[in-house]
C-alpha cells in the first residue's frame, strides 16, 4: 500500500523568510502532484512532476521531485500572506490508472 | 467549461435520511473521484471510476454508501442511511491522462451536515 507523508503538518512563518515542505513516499512513482487548498475551498492543482529531478515554479513557490530517494520538496521562497493555505502532495501510483494518493496536507499560515 | 460540478452545496439532514450527491465531470475527462474530507481523516478517496466503470471502491466506508456513474457525464454518490459520522465535505473530481499525467480537478465540494 502507498504510504505519503508531509512534513510538517503546520507551518507558520513570518513574511519574507523561506521554507521548505516535505513529501515522502514509500512505493516508486515518477508522477508527483501538488495542490493548494484556501480555507473553506476546494483543491486546484499547483505543479504536475513527472520525472526524476524535474523542477517546476511559480511565482515564490518551487517544487522538485527525487524519485530515487522518493521524496518531492516544495519551497517557498520570500513567503508572503497570500500563501497561506494547506498544501496537499499526491503520488500517483503506478498499476492504477489516474488514482493518486494524498497526503496529510501542510497547513501554512504567513503572518506579517 | 464550466469545471467540476457539484450539487447540493450544502446538505443538512437528519440521521436515517436518504443523501444523494450528484456530479457533473469535465467533459472529455474519463476519470471520476469521489473524496471525503474531514479534520479528523483528512482527504479520503471514496471511489474512483474510469470511462464510467467503477475501478476501487475499496474507500468506501461501509454497505451505507453507494456510487453510480450512468453515464460519462453523470455520477451519484448515495448515502442511505445516513449517521451523524457522514458529515464531511465531499468533493468530486475529474481527470484525464495526458503525457502520462492524471491532474484533478475538483469540484466545489459538497458539504454534509447529518443532525
Known amino acids: 500500500e502507498l504510504k505519503v507523508e508531509q512534513n510538517p503538518l503546520f507551518l507558520s512563518m513570518q513574511e519574507g523568510k523561506n521554507y521548505t515542505i516535505y513529501c515522502n513516499y514509500s512505493t516508486t512513482s515518477d508522477r508527483l502532484y501538488w495542490y493548494r487548498q484556501d480555507p473553506g475551498k476546494s483543491l486546484e492543482s499547483l505543479f504536475v512532476?513527472?520525472?526524476?529531478?524535474a523542477v517546476k515554479q511559480e511565482g515564490r513557490l518551487m517544487a522538485s521531485l527525487d524519485t530515487k530517494a522518493r521524496l518531492s520538496t516544495l519551497h517557498i521562497t520570500a513567503a508572503v500572506h497570500d500563501l497561506s493555505a494547506t498544501y496537499f502532495c499526491a503520488v500517483g501510483g503506478n498499476t492504477n490508472a489516474g488514482k493518486s494518493t494524498f497526503g496529510d496536507g501542510t497547513t501554512l499560515t504567513v503572518k506579517p | 467549461d464550466a469545471g467540476v460540478i457539484q450539487s447540493p452545496r450544502h446538505e443538512v439532514t437528519e440521521m436515517g435520511q436518504e443523501v444523494t450527491l450528484r456530479c457533473k465531470p469535465i467533459?472529455?475527462?474519463?476519470?471520476l473521484f469521489w473524496y471525503r474530507q474531514t479534520m479528523m481523516r483528512g482527504l479520503e478517496l471514496l471511489i474512483y471510476?474510469?470511462?464510467?466503470?467503477?475501478?476501487?471502491d475499496s474507500g468506501m466506508p461501509e454497505d451505507r454508501f453507494s456510487a453510480k456513474m450512468p453515464n460519462a457525464s453523470f455520477s451519484t454518490l448515495k448515502i442511505q442511511p445516513s449517521e451523524p459520522r457522514d458529515s464531511a465535505v465531499y468533493f468530486c473530481?475529474?481527470?484525464?491522462?495526458?503525457?502520462?499525467?492524471?491532474?484533478?480537478?475538483f469540484g466545489a465540494g459538497s458539504r454534509l451536515t447529518v443532525l
Open positions: 512532476l513527472l520525472s526524476n529531478g
Open positions: 471510476f474510469n470511462n464510467n466503470v467503477p475501478i476501487d
Open positions: 473530481a475529474s481527470s484525464w491522462t495526458v503525457s502520462g499525467a492524471n491532474v484533478l480537478t
Open positions: 467533459s472529455g475527462h474519463n476519470s
